[in-house]
């Protein structure tokens, strides 16, 4: 069925889960540009402004900073204020963020805007993961990432308009101007759609709070913060990184960006065959080998290593969100929005290091006696070695989750769902075999 039914007020307004889940994805289309365009105009922020790689860092960090700071107040006052009140929040926060940056003037300016649209890229997050994890409670993990396709998708996109309109000699503020078209579209559905209420997650914001102390919640967090630095610290640093690789860095993420989403499109039989975990342990192994492959090649061979590096970060946002709606549903909305907090916050911190890290290695090339793209690619490649640290944790840590054979909360006693007060088996809201198998 298309669409689904809610009451309110005694009618019974037509909820329409396709247009939803269509909403959702542009909304995220959206938050993904915003990381494209951003990284394919980094360079052209710093010549603008005199701005250090340091300085572009922290610029960076605030998206990342923002993105948390909306998703823990969005985790909290979901139960209450439900996903189309977060999803107007995102809509203005996109809308002013963009705006603040188009006519910016130097680096607080880009601080601030940079802020609001990481809040506004947390909103949607925090609004659209339990949102359709509930609409398609059978089958989460899957549909999760086929949602969080429109992330690469996004990615794709904006990077190929990034590198277009350089080409033709387009500015930055024409290349975030852009983005205005598909947020003007979402806010659209936003205001006109009727979204439907929570049935088969839990509501008690008093519950949630108590699960989320489970000691493999709290792991998960640590994790989460390594999976998404090794993506996303990666992904906005490398057309930075690959500057005299003799690669288009954009291209590299266009390309990164196009197998992800394919990956994820197709995820449900990958996630059944191999169970969540399984799939977090082989995106690891395929991450640190992709940025060894990194530190190894140049010309055309970087698009080798960022194909094997595609195959290690396809799969890591959005299994990491659905493991916490399988193994830990009854952390609810709030679990899920922390998990994604987590991620964004750990990157936020990661950025000025990553940028202190590629201004201490091109000093360090230079006074080796390198110049020009022989110290450029040896700044890069020395940057890339240390974020291999992070894939190495995670095949250490994925691999033990492994072997404890971790079982689905389905797989023994149903858990009560509780909205607001009134508990609910959760026997009839979630069927007891794998959801992966209907994906």
């Not at 999760?144 to 794709?156: C, E, K, Q, T, Y």
Request: glycine share 12%; with cysteine.
């Amino acid at each position: 069925m298309n669409t689904a039914s809610a009451t309110t007020a005694g009618t019974m307004p037509s909820v329409n889960r396709n247009r939803l889940f269509i909403m959702a994805c542009l909304s995220l289309v959206v938050t993904a540009m915003t990381f494209a365009i951003r990284a394919g105009v980094l360079n052209q922020l710093g010549d603008e402004f005199a701005l250090t790689a340091t300085q572009l860092g922290w610029m960076n960090s605030m998206a990342f900073l923002g993105f948390p700071v909306a998703m823990m107040i969005g985790g909290l006052v979901y139960n209450r204020l439900g996903p189309k009140n977060l999803m107007i929040v995102a809509f203005f926060g996109h809308l002013l963020g963009l705006v603040l940056t188009i006519i910016a003037t130097g680096f607080w300016g880009l601080i601030i805007s940079t802020f609001f649209i990481g809040f506004a890229n947390g909103a949607v997050e925090a609004a659209c993961n339990p949102m359709i994890a509930d609409m398609y409670h059978k089958n989460k993990t899957a549909m999760l990432n086929r949602f969080h396709v429109w992330f690469p998708g996004g990615i794709f996109i904006g990077a190929l308009a990034s590198q277009g309109l350089s080409s033709i000699g387009m500015g930055w503020q024409i290349q975030v101007g852009i983005m205005l078209i598909p947020t003007a579209v979402y806010g659209y559905m936003v205001f006109t759609e009727t979204f439907p209420k929570s049935e088969f997650t839990l509501t008690d914001t008093g519950e949630n709070i108590r699960a989320l102390f489970k000691p493999l919640f709290i792991v998960m967090l640590i994790l989460m913060t390594m999976t998404a630095t090794t993506e996303l610290g990666t992904g906005q640093w490398i057309q930075t990184i690959l500057a005299g690789s003799g690669a288009s860095g954009l291209m590299v993420l266009a390309l990164t960006a196009g197998l992800m989403a394919v990956g994820r499109y197709f995820a449900g039989p990958i996630v059944h065959r191999f169970n969540p975990v399984g799939v977090l342990l082989g995106s690891a192994i395929f991450s640190a080998l992709g940025l060894f492959l990194f530190t190894q090649t140049s010309g055309a061979m970087v698009y080798v290593a960022a194909i094997v590096f595609a195959l290690g970060v396809t799969y890591f946002w959005p299994t990491m969100i659905g493991f916490i709606g399988e193994y830990l549903p009854r952390t609810g909305a709030l679990g899920m929005s922390l998990m994604g907090g987590a991620g964004m916050f750990g990157v936020s911190i990661w950025n000025p290091v990553i940028g202190g890290w590629l201004d201490s290695a091109s000093e360090a090339a230079t006074t080796s006696g390198l110049d020009g793209a022989a110290a450029e690619i040896a700044a890069g490649q020395a940057v890339i070695s240390r974020l291999m640290v992070f894939p190495i944790l995670l095949i250490v840590a994925f691999a033990i989750l492994y072997f404890m054979r971790l079982k689905r909360p389905e797989e023994h006693a149903p858990e009560a769902v509780v909205h607001e007060g009134a508990p609910v088996s959760s026997a009839a809201a979630e069927p007891a075999d794998d959801p992966a198998k209907r994906a």
